[in-house]
C-alpha cells in the first residue's frame, strides 16, 4: 500500500536547457544577455518539442523570461498544448561585466578568476554579478513550489545551463565542487521525480537523441 501511494504522489519535471543561440555557438558569455535563438536554435527547439509530446502530458510550462529559453518553451507548448508561465526565479545568472563578452577574452583579462571558474565556479565573485549559490537558492525555491503545486502530475521548467547544473545539485543535495561534474546541452533534456517520502531523484540527464547537430560547451 506504501509504494501503490507513494507512485501516486510521485511528480515528474521535465528540466529542459533552451536551443542554441549565437552566444553558445560563438563562446561568450551570456549570462542575462537576451539572445535568441539561432536558426540551428530554433530546429532543436522543433525537434524537443515533439520529443517531449510524444512521451509526456505536461500539466505546465515555466519558462525563463530570456527569449532563448522562452522561443524553446514556445514550440512545446504549441506540441502539447500545455500553458507557458514565465517565474523569474529561473532566469539565467547575472554574470555582471562579463555579460557578452568572449570566453577567451575574459581568460586574457581575468586570469584568477578564470581559473575559479574552470575549477570551482561556485566560489567565483563578480562585482555586480550572482554567486552559482544565489541562483541555486532562488531555482531550488522555485522548483520546491512547483512540486507541491503540481504533486502528482507532470510539469517542465526550460532554462539555463549555470540554472540547470546548481538546480539538479540541489535536489539531489551534491556538495561543491558540483558544477563541472553536471554537463547539459542545448536543446537536451534531464527528468527528476519527487514523491513526499523520498524527496528528489535524478532519473535521467541530458538526453539528447532528438537532436542532430549540438555543440557540447566544456567551460
Not at 63 to 74: G, I, V
Request: include cysteine.
Amino acid at each position: 500500500m506504501v509504494d501503490m501511494i507513494s507512485s501516486q504522489q510521485k511528480t515528474t519535471i521535465i528540466l529542459i536547457r533552451h536551443g542554441e543561440c549565437e552566444g553558445n555557438r560563438e563562446g561568450l558569455f551570456r549570462g542575462r544577455w537576451d539572445f535568441p535563438l539561432n536558426e540551428n536554435g530554433k530546429l532543436q527547439a522543433q525537434a524537443i518539442a515533439k520529443e517531449i509530446s510524444a512521451n509526456f502530458k505536461l500539466d505546465r510550462i515555466y519558462s525563463s523570461p530570456l527569449s532563448r529559453a522562452l522561443e524553446t518553451a514556445r514550440s512545446i507548448s504549441k506540441a502539447t498544448g500545455a500553458q507557458i508561465e514565465i517565474r523569474n526565479g529561473f532566469n539565467n545568472i547575472s554574470l555582471g561585466s562579463w555579460e557578452g563578452k568572449p570566453k577567451k577574452k575574459i581568460k586574457e583579462e581575468f586570469p584568477e578568476e578564470w581559473n575559479i571558474w574552470l575549477s570551482n565556479p561556485e566560489r567565483l565573485r563578480l562585482k555586480g554579478a550572482e554567486s552559482i549559490s544565489d541562483v541555486q537558492r532562488r531555482a531550488f525555491a522555485n522548483l520546491n513550489h512547483l512540486t507541491k503545486l503540481h504533486q502528482g502530475s507532470t510539469f517542465a521548467v526550460v532554462t539555463h545551463r549555470a540554472v540547470l547544473k546548481p538546480l539538479i545539485a540541489g535536489t539531489l543535495k551534491i556538495a561543491e565542487p558540483y558544477f563541472w561534474k553536471i554537463h547539459v546541452d542545448t536543446a537536451s533534456y534531464s527528468i527528476l521525480t519527487h514523491d513526499p517520502k523520498r524527496g528528489y531523484c535524478l532519473i535521467l540527464l541530458n538526453q539528447t537523441k532528438h537532436l542532430d547537430n549540438f555543440i557540447s560547451e566544456w567551460e
